[in-house]
């Protein structure tokens, strides 16, 4: 297993691009197609740790999900954000 993980979404520009740069720099991340493996609350608190941000940074805003959901709510929890990024992970930035 390497030690890089890309989650990434094949039909993203940026997402193909991230994973075409790091492929030129001879890195051959796992790569995690996250529409089809979505991970579980307990990895995206682990990616969240890691890079150090709150979940509201990894959603993707301009989403119809995100309107519908109503996670602009700034009282929502990281927990609240984590499960609706698992029950449509659409909503989660890619590439990471």
């Known amino acids: 297993m390497s030690e890089i993980v890309i989650y ?5 520009s940026k ?9 030129e720099q001879g890195i051959s991340p796992d790569v995690v197609e996250y529409l089809k493996d979505t991970p579980d609350a307990a990895t995206l608190k682990d990616v ?4 150090g941000i709150p979940a509201r940074e990894l959603l993707r ?3 119809d999900a995100y309107k519908e959901l109503g996670l602009s709510d700034p009282g929502l929890s990281d927990d ?12 989660i ?3 990471i």
């Open 61 to 63: 805003t301009k989403e």
């Open 8 to 12: 990434h979404n094949p039909r993203c």
């Open 80 to 91: 609240d954000i984590i499960n609706a990024m698992i029950s449509q992970p659409k909503l």
């Open 48 to 51: 969240l740790k890691k890079l």
């Open 93 to 95: 930035e890619r590439p």
């Open 15 to 23: 997402s193909r691009q991230t994973l075409a740069l790091l492929e």
